[in-house]
């Protein structure tokens, strides 16, 4: 064509010898005969591969260089191209000499010999490890960001549950349901501090393993809780044990739950996963990710946990006397009502018991005041233990209580109170080093079952009335009102 120069039809020797050309090119190149055997290769792939391999294995050199995983691929790639006589373009990854892997773009042409026929391909092959390797760190990047986003939507519904929670053990199984979704190759355990603050209980625990740390431990024993801040024993071969874990635990982290300056316990978990990492830095990468997530998830968790403390303690002040810690009249209104309605539906009984301690107040101007509390206080404890942890006990205002009793039979009722007058005689109160006079109290006991629901509106003002009549036959004596008249005009 007009503008191209033309080939020579026969090359002088002072023509280029395209034999070293190849040899002594940039680029990786090779040759293949007709059965796919490589029959030529230059300079710089001999190099890549490496020319002592190349002489000991010839023309299955490449195939042995192979990543293993990449091997079926590319054998059917050059068998197609081989029965179709097309070119064709391949990745794989290949071992250099070096013996690491690097990843290739084969491209390869057919050719034909001097009778036109095919004769195999002549091909190039380039190195993409970098590009291939960013394209990893951009799959990789875009893989973890979804899965952060997952993550981060899973933590914000487990705040939202906890929000909502009426008491720190409707938690329990929130806490252990989300968890085990964030931390899929986990398992783990919720510490908190006791009310004393003197030991740390695991309230909850997930995963498919059971977790290698104590259920109970002092704070000195992690160093989480020591520190104030995270601690990871990930590296198996050199890592600091916190006391609370067994000998053979696999790697694991414990992380402080902190809100408002208040140390509320700590997250303990244990890698259970069986991801094989291809590098030290992937590894490395993968459990530093998981501890950023442990201490985000630890975080929210303290202040959700901190807000329900608060919530509960408020609770607590509007529905317990100060005093006694029992329940207070307010309370006692709201759970009679529920309680009653509940037990007529379910078609059982439900009684009350009123108790007011004898002469109360003679002893308190006799002793003062804070002796007159100390009796309060420890006849709360003894009314507390004596009860059913269905029953309500509650402090209905100065010396008299109320007991409410829901499901029980009307001779549980009755007995109970009989028992507890008699027992109250063997209770001793102690008070500045000495011992305070024995105290005795009074029982008025009023029963609701299926024939006189009617009469629930009035059932505390009958079971009054059946106290007051034990204080007039002489108090230090149990009086039952079960069945009842009561004028409707």
């Not at 700590?266 to 442990?294: A, P, Q």
């Amino acid at each position: 064509m007009e503008g191209q120069a033309a080939f020579p039809e026969r090359m002088d020797d002072s023509s280029i010898d395209f034999r070293i050309l190849a040899e002594d090119a940039p680029v990786m190149l090779w040759l293949t005969n007709l059965t796919g055997e490589t029959i030529f290769s230059n300079s710089i792939y001999k190099t890549f591969i490496g020319r002592e391999k190349l002489e000991m294995l010839g023309g299955k050199a490449w195939f042995d260089s192979l990543h293993i995983e990449d091997q079926k691929k590319c054998l059917s790639i050059f068998e197609e191209a081989f029965q179709t006589h097309k070119s064709f373009e391949m990745e794989y990854r290949l071992k250099r000499h070096d013996g690491q892997y690097r990843y290739i773009l084969d491209h390869g042409e057919p050719y034909v010999s001097a009778e036109g026929k095919f004769a195999g391909f002549i091909g190039s092959s380039a190195g993409i490890t970098e590009r291939k390797e960013s394209e990893n760190d951009l799959k990789n990047s875009h893989k973890e960001l979804i899965q952060y986003n997952r993550e981060m939507g899973l933590i914000n519904e487990l705040n939202s549950y906890l929000q909502v929670c009426r008491g720190l053990p409707e938690t329990y199984p929130v806490v252990s349901h989300y968890l085990e979704q964030i931390f899929p190759d986990w398992s783990g355990a919720l510490y908190l501090f006791n009310e004393k603050k003197s030991l740390v209980e695991s309230i909850t625990s997930w995963g498919r393993e059971k977790i290698r740390s104590d259920e109970m431990m002092e704070a000195d024993d992690c160093w989480a809780l020591r520190q104030g801040k995270p601690h990871d024993a990930v590296d198996m071969t050199n890592r600091l044990l916190c006391n609370h874990t067994h000998e053979e635990v696999d790697s694991y982290t414990c992380t402080p739950i902190i809100a408002q300056g208040e140390m509320l316990g700590v997250l303990h978990m244990e890698y259970c996963g069986e991801t094989k990492f291809e590098s030290n830095e992937l590894t490395e990468r993968y459990f530093d990710s998981r501890i950023r997530l442990m201490k985000t998830a630890a975080d929210n968790l303290a202040l959700s946990l901190v807000s329900l403390k608060l919530r509960e303690a408020l609770k607590r002040q509007s529905i317990r006397d100060p005093l006694t810690s029992l329940f207070n009249c307010r309370y006692m209104e709201e759970s009679l009502e529920r309680e009653v309605s509940r037990c007529e539906r379910a078609g059982e009984g439900i009684g009350i018991i009123i108790v007011d301690i004898d002469h109360f107040k003679k002893f308190n101007d006799t002793y003062g005041h804070d002796a007159g509390d100390a009796v309060l206080v420890e006849f709360a404890m003894f009314m507390t233990e004596y009860f059913r942890s269905s029953d309500i006990v509650c402090r209905f205002g100065g010396e008299e209580f109320v007991v409410i009793m829901p499901t029980a039979p009307k001779e549980l009722v009755v007995e109970r109170a009989t028992q507890l007058c008699h027992k109250l005689h063997d209770v001793e109160i102690h008070y500045e080093g000495g011992k305070l006079p024995a105290i005795t109290a009074s029982f008025g006991v009023a029963y609701l079952s299926g024939d006189n629901y009617d009469q629930a509106p009035i059932v505390i003002k009958l079971a009054d009335s059946a106290l007051y009549e034990a204080k007039r036959a002489g108090r230090d004596q149990s009086v039952t009102k079960i069945n009842f008249k009561v004028d409707k005009k």
